[in-house]
């Protein structure tokens, strides 16, 4: 099957990433040698929608599947490391436990530096995955950092 630009919004969705999100990813996952910066949120926009009236760049259709499988193995990643942050977390005195998740990269990155270049949004997904899973009797707040 090709890649089109409806499939590749769709899966980029099912990942529960932006466009810029995606950029992101890509600049970690597939650097391009000659340009390191992430793919803008507006090139991704064009490649979804075909603006330019092209089909999706062939460098774009041919890698895409593989950038997305392994974003989607990282996530899987992610939402283990999350279960496990969970369960190291203590409650409060009103038997409350608190999760920071983040809404800056420069935030996520500082917390996390190993992870510096993937998007915030992919830790928080895999916290809200975890606490959607875990059955500890526990009530959990999300507490956003900035």
Request: hydrophobic content about 40%; overall charge negative.
């Amino acid at each position: 099957m090709t890649l089109t630009g409806i499939e590749l919004e769709t899966r980029r969705r099912l990942l529960g990433l932006s466009q810029q999100d995606l950029g992101l990813c890509m600049a970690v996952i597939a650097p391009r040698d000659d340009d390191p910066r992430p793919v803008s949120q507006n090139t991704i926009s064009k490649w979804e929608e075909g603006r330019s009236g092209l089909p999706l760049p062939g460098w774009v259709a041919k890698t895409m599947p593989l950038i997305l499988d392994r974003i989607a193995r990282m996530q899987e990643a992610l939402d283990e490391r999350a279960m496990e942050y969970l369960e190291s977390l203590e409650p409060d005195d009103g038997d409350v436990v608190h999760v920071p998740a983040y809404r800056s990269y420069q935030a996520f990155w500082k917390a996390a530096p190993r992870l510096k270049g993937w998007p915030y949004a992919m830790w928080n997904t895999a916290l809200v995955h975890a606490v959607d899973a875990i059955d500890d009797g526990r009530d959990y707040m999300l507490d956003a950092v900035r």
